[in-house]
């Protein structure tokens, strides 16, 4: 098996566990209350071969808990556990951000209810101890008690060719934001944005991709409006890339998933690799993602949805 020596990151660690499009897709339909091998083949459009993996995958992972109904009837239903539970706040900050760039009618018309409160609510990410809500443009990075390299087992799955509007499931709510991060590449790229790198050469230092790989990346992020070039050299020509608004709106999903690798994906146990400071009250950065109308710490379980009228819980 080929490593890649990296240096550690729990971005990295989260996205090797659960970065790819399918395995963020069914975790999406758990969410949702599809259980079943036949639902999440419906639901996903994936191959079987394909979806099997995935799932046993997420079983090994103990991100999904495989529950077979009777000896006599060998149909087992999938269930979330706590880590897979924990990943709820990238759920709720992806569901946010598709509603902004991809509305849709279908999009539109899902109502969460927070039960604490019986409203109609909006998530939104803030600070832990100051409970402002989080803007990228307010946080640093410095080296936390885990920074080290990391050898990380180089993975053989390529994107998906199946374009995302494929996904035949109406219910699957952020397929756009699964399309963008559901690359280690392109996830990749986005992270290291946030950092303040901009250009190629600095991205790739921190990368190990090849040039035609990284060069086709960055090109798919300026078209998805993610990076806006910038020219910073004439002769020859060199570009930065500049986070957009879109882009950055992106950062409450990664600061979710990088609090749930610093939890779930320390194979040390040495903590986490980076520290993020909130500039606006310097403290260090925790999220949280909250109810717009009580101001309560939203959880998996206490968050009920309804698709065109039919309730969910």
């Not at 995302?164 to 934001?177: E, Q």
């Not at 403290?283 to 009580?294: A, F, R, V, Y």
Request: glycine share 6%.
């Amino acid at each position: 098996m080929v490593k890649l020596i990296t240096p550690a990151s729990s971005i990295n660690r989260a996205l090797d566990q659960i970065g790819d499009k399918w395995c963020l897709l069914i975790i999406q339909e758990v969410y949702w209350g599809i259980t079943s091998f036949n639902e999440m083949l419906a639901a996903t459009g994936v191959s079987k071969g394909v979806l099997s993996d995935r799932l046993k995958w997420l079983v090994s992972l103990d991100c999904l808990r495989k529950e077979t109904q009777s000896e006599s009837v060998q149909r087992p239903r999938y269930h979330l556990t706590k880590k897979s539970m924990d990943l709820y706040s990238t759920a709720l900050a992806a569901l946010n951000w598709e509603r902004i760039y991809y509305s849709t009618p279908d999009l539109d018309a899902v109502k969460l209810v927070h039960t604490n409160c019986g409203k109609v609510f909006v998530p939104k990410m803030q600070c832990r101890t100051c409970d402002e809500v989080i803007d990228v443009r307010d946080t640093a990075y410095n080296a936390g008690p885990g920074a080290q390299q990391d050898h990380r087992e180089k993975k053989v799955r390529r994107r998906s060719s199946i374009p995302i509007s494929d996904v035949p499931n109406a219910h699957s709510l952020y397929k756009n934001l699964i399309d963008l991060v559901g690359d280690r590449w392109t996830s990749n790229l986005i992270a290291l944005s946030f950092h303040g790198l901009k250009r190629f050469d600095e991205f790739h230092i921190e990368l190990p991709v090849a040039t035609n790989i990284l060069a086709g990346r960055l090109k798919f992020l300026v078209e998805e409006a993610i990076f806006e070039q910038r020219a910073y050299q004439d002769r020859p020509i060199r570009y930065e890339y500049h986070l957009t608004e879109k882009g950055r709106n992106l950062f409450p999903w990664f600061l979710a998933l990088l609090q749930w690798g610093d939890k779930w994906c320390d194979p040390t146990g040495a903590g986490r690799p980076v520290n993020v400071t909130h500039t606006s009250c310097n403290s260090l950065l925790t999220g949280e993602m909250k109810c717009s109308e009580c101001d309560g710490l939203l959880k998996a379980h206490e968050v009920s949805y309804a698709f065109n009228g039919a309730d969910k819980d």
